[in-house]
């Protein structure tokens, strides 16, 4: 059998702005592994890097233009849907938009164990959303009988995690789990995360903007711009050792809570320039270069290819061995 | 129980519609209407026939209602007229929002969940329809299918037109409905795609259905009454329409026979009125931006 | 001071309850706390931008006009005299404020026009000269907001926001819709400005990286009232109310994977708050005291309160 749990190979997907509009490539000839074991693979990038688009490629929503995505090495649009969901399950970043507002939550929880889990028993299906509720921290009695808005956004987004695991999926997709949710409960969700890949054995896709909670609990990081992966690796190294300049600005940009880094925060300046989104969109060669102190001439023309350095792939120019 | 549910559901909406002074003012509106155009079931046999009463008479006070507001110059009771009129234009309103804002609904649904060729197909029929220009085809059609015209095949004749608007509206809610997360997650809870129409889809767009039947309501009325007075309605048949025409034929305007004009513009000022409250009061409480207050 | 909001005649929710807070010259000042704990509204009190269904009472008292009572004064003369001139307002989701069918110079040559009362022409001249003072080339006045991106607006806005050399400049959430890079850029310009013109800065934001890195002082908020008070060392080092060190010592931070624990439950229902202090379900250290009644704000060290009964003196 396929050591891989999830192959990315080449996927690109263009989305076009308006009817007449220029297209672009919101996701650009990406290739990512997810390996057989239990981890927490993060995408991270600014609004706009395509990390939701690749997700819902990932999730067969959008059908990738050029490329194939191969999960337990078959190709996923060989796989039929009902089999699919069972192995991958989505999680959403609004956990109020998460659920019809018309329709009580624990609805799509029966549903999932019904169609997707398979239970044709109803009191097992009870038993099973029980269980799984108790396990992300919900009463069955709190919640069986209440609509979308008698619930919190904590709640909500833990309703959202049992229906996910119902089925026990091999993985599942969190796009921006908690950038919705208050700082204070941020950390409860992201610690049952780590609990359910330890217990579980389910690995995550992880998707976000935030770099400390994926240095928190990601083992691997794909750092994505304008639609391509720039730099992928071991989170640990990556972020404590960035190679693309990309890579580099975003950590250094990133406030950290504590006033004694603040000098060298505030020091470090940031040249603002003003680049036009629409280039670099559709730029030919890397598509840092109108910000990129380190611009080279090939910059403009050629994107670089996945250069390794050490166990880390980064896409450029600067790391061409000579 | 599930029923019960759903009509509680109905009766709540129904309560908090009715926190509107616009709604209570519409349907009170309404309720005097239909009780009015009840009473054309009452109707003698005679009231058809010319020349049961004296002709061109203002109203008057007599032991029966007949004259009460006063004859035509063809000598028929111009109460009785008024009161067929109404039941038969409400009629004509009502049939048609049935069919054209129904068809309305389907095709819409159908161009909101349908992708790549069919959905421009779709969108290519909604809106050609949108943009022709109504009355003239209308009349066309009228001219055509004179002869068999029936106060029952007019709706048929006007939902031609009827359903684009209808149809657009729905599309534009459905698709906006389909995009939005939890049809992501029900879909990945192995909801089969029919029930998702129906049970996540559905809910939202028949609120604006029920405006759209009530506008299309207003629309035929209001249509019916332009054909009439190109005289291409069923001129033998009492509506709201037909009255203006012959008002118009028998220069009842020049000639200062006010009673005989004034019911149909009333009754059609009063049938609008109503109707638009009420769609205006459901569109309010089905948009919560427009409810105002904080959220 | 008291901010209520009233939702109908008989429930009102009390966004902002009891709050005194003062600002000093030269000063930038972080005001924290999660979504509803009531920060927003404080803002918008302290700006006198009071509208329906916001109500405020107490007084919001402005050195620079001998103590006026910001509160008590009619919105026409708050737009005359106060607004952008003493004080402006930086809004959340900046980048979409500004309106669309105007260009970016006619926003400029407006607000000069009105506040110094000087031509058209000549107005236009000092947006071009100021508008490169503050980094940008000056054919972004010739642009519509459309036309530029979401953090060139953002750039204007700020720009617009500190044209006539306010004093004060509130800023709520000014960077939440933006990247980690563009954050920094514009946090940058802020406080650069601020020392510039020696103004008071005011900011809201419930991200504690952005208060760790450029504030003097931080005020905690949570149900509507502020908990904690501190110059922000301090208060980053060794935060005293239990609500300051879940939300510090709960923030994942890069290089340190420490296993974290969060606070549990979820903030209060402001329409029917818990007796006592409001924090006290939530709280690890709840006392019998706390759940009956409210705590007193206590002065623990120089310019440091905090509102808890752990540390009052009995």
């Given at each position: 059998m396929s050591t891989h749990l999830l192959k990315v190979e080449n996927?690109?997907?263009?989305?076009?702005?308006?009817?007449?509009?220029?297209?672009?490539?919101?996701?650009?000839?990406?290739?990512?592994?997810?390996?057989?074991?239990?981890?927490?693979?993060?995408?991270?990038?600014?609004?706009?890097?395509?990390?939701?688009?690749?997700?819902?490629?990932?999730?067969?929503?959008?059908?990738?233009?050029?490329?194939?995505?191969?999960?337990?090495?078959?190709?996923?649009?060989?796989?039929?849907?009902?089999?699919?969901?069972?192995?991958?399950?989505?999680?959403?970043?609004?956990?109020?938009?998460s659920f019809n507002p018309m329709q009580k939550p624990i609805r799509y929880l029966r549903e999932t164990a019904r169609n997707i889990a398979g239970i044709r028993d109803e009191k097992e299906v009870e038993e099973r959303i029980a269980k799984t509720l108790s396990y992300v921290g919900l009463n069955y009695v709190d919640v069986v009988n209440k609509y979308p808005?008698?619930?919190?956004?904590?709640?909500?987004?833990?309703?959202?995690?049992?229906?996910?695991?119902?089925?026990?999926?091999?993985?599942?997709?969190?796009?921006?789990?908690?950038?919705?949710?208050?700082?204070?409960?941020?950390?409860?969700?992201?610690?049952?995360?780590?609990?359910?890949?330890?217990?579980?054995?389910?690995?995550?896709?992880?998707?976000?903007?935030?770099?400390?909670?994926?240095?928190?609990?990601?083992?691997?990081?794909?750092?994505?711009?304008?639609?391509?992966?720039?730099?992928?690796?071991?989170?640990?190294?990556?972020?404590?050792?960035?190679?693309?300049?990309?890579?580099?600005?975003?950590?250094?940009?990133?406030?950290?809570?504590?006033?004694?880094?603040?000098?060298?925060?505030?020091?470090?300046?940031?040249?603002?320039?003003?680049?036009?989104?629409?280039?670099?969109?559709?730029?030919?060669?890397?598509?840092?270069?109108?910000?990129?102190?380190?611009?080279?001439?090939?910059?403009?023309?050629?994107?670089?290819?996945?250069?390794?350095?050490?166990?880390?792939?980064?896409?450029?120019?600067?790391?061409e061995k000579k | 129980?599930?029923?019960?549910?759903?009509?509680?559901?109905?009766?709540?909406?129904?309560?908090?519609?009715?926190?509107?002074?616009?709604?209570?003012?519409?349907?009170?509106?309404?309720?005097?209407?239909?009780?009015?155009?009840?009473?054309?079931?009452?109707?003698?046999?005679?009231?058809?026939?010319?020349?049961?009463?004296?002709?061109?008479?203002?109203?008057?006070?007599?032991?029966?209602?007949?004259?009460?507001?006063?004859?035509?110059?063809?000598?028929?009771?111009?109460?009785?007229?008024?009161?067929?009129?109404?039941?038969?234009?409400?009629?004509?309103?009502?049939?048609?929002?049935?069919?054209?804002?129904?068809?309305?609904?389907?095709?819409?649904?159908?161009?909101?969940?349908?992708?790549?060729?069919?959905?421009?197909?779709?969108?290519?029929?909604?809106?050609?329809?949108?943009?022709?220009?109504?009355?003239?085809?209308?009349?066309?059609?009228?001219?055509?299918?004179?002869?068999?015209?029936?106060?029952?095949?007019?709706?048929?004749?006007?939902?031609?037109i009827?359903?684009?608007?209808?149809?657009?509206?729905?599309?534009?809610?459905?698709?906006?409905?389909?995009?939005?997360?939890?049809i992501t997650i029900a879909s990945f809870s192995g909801i089969k795609f029919r029930s998702i129409l129906l049970y996540e889809v559905m809910p939202y767009v028949l609120g604006w259905h029920l405006t759209n039947f009530i506008n299309t309501i207003i629309w035929a009325i209001g249509m019916e009454t332009a054909l009439a007075i190109f005289g291409l309605s069923i001129l033998s048949e009492d509506t709201l329409g037909t009255m203006l025409y012959w008002v118009l034929n028998f220069n009842a305007l020049f000639r200062g026979l006010w009673w005989w004009i004034l019911p149909p513009i009333v009754l059609l000022i009063l049938i609008f009125i109503g109707f638009y409250l009420i769609s205006v009061s459901v569109s309010t409480y089905l948009n919560p931006r427009l409810r105002g207050g904080v959220a | 001071m008291f901010g209520e909001y009233v939702i109908s005649p008989q429930v009102s929710i009390k966004a902002v309850n009891n709050v005194s807070i003062e600002l000093k010259k030269n000063e930038v000042i972080g005001i924290a706390g999660e979504s509803g704990c009531g920060k927003s509204t404080l803002i918008k009190i302290l700006y006198g931008f009071l509208q329906p269904p916001l109500t405020a009472s107490g007084k919001v008292l402005l050195n620079t006009k001998g103590g006026l009572d910001l509160l008590s004064v009619s919105e026409d003369y708050k737009r005359e005299n106060i607004w952008w001139k003493i004080m402006s307002y930086i809004p959340q989701n900046s980048m979409n404020v500004l309106n669309p069918f105007m260009k970016i110079g006619d926003h400029f040559v407006?607000?000069?026009?009105?506040?110094?009362?000087?031509?058209?022409?000549?107005?236009?001249?000092?947006?071009?000269?100021?508008?490169?003072?503050?980094?940008?080339?000056?054919?972004?006045?010739?642009?519509?907001?459309?036309?530029?991106?979401?953090?060139?607006?953002?750039?204007?806005?700020?720009?617009?926001?500190?044209?006539?050399?306010?004093?004060?400049?509130?800023?709520?959430?000014?960077?939440?819709?933006?990247?980690?890079?563009?954050?920094?850029?514009?946090?940058?310009?802020?406080?650069?400005?601020?020392?510039?013109?020696?103004?008071?800065?005011?900011?809201?934001?419930?991200?504690?990286?952005?208060?760790a890195m450029i504030t003097q002082k931080v005020a905690v908020m949570y149900a509507g009232r502020v908990v904690e008070e501190a110059p922000t060392e301090p208060l980053f080092e060794d935060p005293k109310h239990p609500y300051t060190q879940a939300l510090i010592n709960s923030l994942p931070r890069l290089g340190d994977d420490r296993p974290r624990i969060g606070l549990s439950g979820s903030p209060p229902d402001l329409r029917n708050p818990p007796p006592g202090c409001e924090f006290h379900p939530r709280c690890p250290y709840a006392m019998d005291i706390c759940r009956r009644e409210k705590p007193l704000r206590v002065k623990i060290d120089k310019d440091r309160y905090v509102v808890c009964w752990l540390y009052a003196k009995r």
């Open positions: 996927v690109t997907k263009v989305f076009r702005y308006g009817i007449l509009g220029f297209k672009f490539r919101a996701v650009d000839d990406v290739s990512i592994v997810i390996e057989d074991k239990p981890m927490i693979f993060t995408i991270a990038g600014e609004s706009g890097s395509g990390k939701t688009t690749l997700a819902k490629l990932i999730l067969k929503i959008y059908r990738p233009e050029q490329g194939r995505i191969l999960f337990m090495g078959r190709d996923i649009y060989r796989i039929d849907d009902n089999e699919y969901h069972r192995c991958i399950q989505p999680i959403m970043q609004d956990p109020y938009a808005h008698e619930f919190s956004g904590g709640e909500l987004q833990r309703l959202a995690i049992a229906r996910a695991l119902i089925p026990r999926p091999r993985l599942i997709i969190a796009d921006e789990p908690v950038s919705m949710l208050d700082a204070s409960l941020r950390i409860n969700i992201i610690n049952l995360f780590k609990k359910i890949k330890e217990d579980l054995g389910i690995s995550f896709i992880y998707i976000t903007h935030d770099l400390a909670t994926a240095y928190y609990m990601s083992n691997k990081i794909a750092i994505m711009f304008r639609g391509t992966v720039v730099e992928l690796g071991d989170a640990r190294k990556v972020l404590s050792n960035p190679l693309h300049p990309y890579t580099q600005t975003l950590i250094e940009s990133l406030p950290e809570p504590s006033p004694k880094k603040r000098r060298y925060w505030m020091e470090k300046k940031i040249k603002f320039s003003t680049y036009i989104e629409e280039e670099e969109f559709v730029i030919k060669g890397c598509k840092y270069v109108f910000r990129c102190p380190y611009t080279i001439d090939k910059c403009k023309h050629v994107l670089p290819p996945y250069i390794k350095v050490d166990d880390t792939e980064v896409r450029c120019w600067l790391y | 129980m599930y029923i019960n549910t759903r009509i509680r559901v109905f009766i709540d909406v129904l309560k908090s519609l009715s926190r509107y002074g616009r709604f209570r003012v519409g349907i009170a509106i309404i309720a005097i209407l239909i009780a009015l155009s009840l009473i054309s079931l009452a109707s003698p046999p005679r009231y058809k026939q010319w020349y049961v009463y004296p002709k061109d008479r203002p109203p008057q006070l007599t032991s029966s209602i007949d004259m009460i507001l006063g004859t035509t110059t063809n000598g028929r009771s111009v109460f009785w007229i008024m009161v067929n009129a109404l039941a038969n234009s409400l009629c004509i309103g009502l049939l048609t929002a049935l069919i054209g804002s129904h068809i309305g609904l389907l095709i819409g649904l159908l161009a909101g969940i349908s992708r790549g060729k069919t959905e421009l197909g779709f969108i290519l029929l909604i809106d050609s329809f949108v943009v022709l220009p109504g009355l003239p085809i209308l009349i066309v059609l009228a001219l055509a299918l004179k002869q068999s015209m029936t106060i029952h095949t007019i709706p048929l004749i006007l939902s031609v009827a359903w684009a608007w209808p149809a657009r509206n729905v599309r534009s809610i459905a698709l906006s409905v389909m995009s939005r997360d939890f | 407006e607000l000069l026009r009105k506040h110094l009362k000087i031509e058209k022409d000549e107005a236009y001249r000092v947006a071009e000269e100021y508008v490169m003072s503050m980094g940008m080339r000056k054919d972004v006045l010739k642009a519509f907001p459309h036309q530029l991106s979401g953090g060139m607006r953002q750039r204007v806005v700020v720009s617009l926001a500190l044209l006539l050399k306010p004093s004060i400049i509130f800023a709520d959430e000014p960077t939440t819709a933006v990247d980690v890079v563009l954050q920094k850029v514009l946090l940058q310009l802020l406080t650069d400005k601020q020392k510039e013109l020696g103004a008071t800065l005011v900011v809201v934001t419930h991200d504690m990286g952005v208060h």
